[in-house]
C-alpha cells in the first residue's frame, strides 16, 4: 500500500521507457532452403558449409574469442552456456532466420539449449562422441579454416542409443581413447 501511495499514477509501470527498436540482425547466407529441407527430410542429416554471412561469422567469431562468458572448465577446454551469459543477439536472430528459411525442419521446435566450446592446443581433438538428445541439432564451427591443422570437423553416426539408456551413459569423458572407441563400435 504504501508502495502505491508514493509512486501515485506510476505505480506498476516500467520505471524506464522501452528500448528503441533494434536494427534487424541477419545471419544467413543466401541459399536453396527447400533443397536444404528435401535432404534433411531424406537422410536426418544436412551438411551446409559457409551457413553465416560474413559480418555474422565476424562477430560470432569475436563474441566466441573474447567472450567473458566462458565459465564452464572440462577437461581440455571451456564451455559458455546460457546460465554463464551466453545470449548474444546474434543467436537469437539465427533461431528465427532458420526457422523462417527451413520451416519443415526447424519451425517446429524450440530452441532449448545452446553452447560455445573452445579449445587450444592441449586439446585439438575436441569432444569425444557423444548423442545430443534433439529432435533437431545444429553444430556451428566458427573457427577459421587455416586453424585446422588435421581432420576437423564432425563425424555423424547414425546409430541412436536406446531410448532407455542414459545420457550420462554416452556423454562422458571417457578414460581413455580406447574405452571410447568401444562405443563407436
Not at 509501470?13 to 544467413?28: C, D, E, K, S, Y
Not at 544436412?46 to 573474447?66: F, K, N, S, T
Not at 564432425?154 to 541412436?160: D, E, M, P
Request: charged share 20%.
Amino acid at each position: 500500500m504504501l508502495a502505491r501511495a508514493l509512486l501515485g499514477e506510476e505505480y506498476g509501470r516500467p520505471l524506464l521507457p522501452p528500448p528503441p527498436p533494434f536494427a534487424p540482425i541477419t545471419a544467413l547466407r543466401a541459399r536453396d532452403w527447400a533443397a536444404v529441407e528435401a535432404e534433411y527430410s531424406s537422410k536426418r542429416v544436412v551438411v551446409i558449409d559457409g551457413l553465416l554471412d560474413a559480418p555474422a561469422l565476424a562477430e560470432m567469431q569475436r563474441y566466441a574469442r573474447h567472450g567473458a562468458h566462458f565459465r564452464t572448465m572440462r577437461a581440455g577446454y571451456l564451455g559458455a552456456f546460457p546460465a554463464d551469459g551466453t545470449t548474444h543477439p546474434l543467436l537469437l536472430a539465427l533461431v528465427h532466420e532458420l526457422a523462417a528459411a527451413a520451416p519443415s525442419v526447424f519451425g517446429a521446435h524450440a530452441l532449448a539449449l545452446w553452447w560455445l566450446f573452445k579449445y587450444d592446443e592441449t586439446n585439438p581433438s575436441g569432444i569425444g562422441i557423444h548423442a545430443d538428445p534433439a529432435a533437431v541439432n545444429i553444430n556451428l564451427w566458427l573457427t577459421e579454416d587455416d586453424a585446422c591443422l588435421d581432420g576437423g570437423g564432425l563425424a555423424i553416426y547414425s546409430h541412436v542409443p536406446e531410448l532407455e539408456q542414459r545420457t550420462q551413459d554416452v556423454n562422458r569423458e571417457y578414460e581413455s581413447a580406447s574405452a571410447e572407441a568401444a562405443l563407436r563400435e
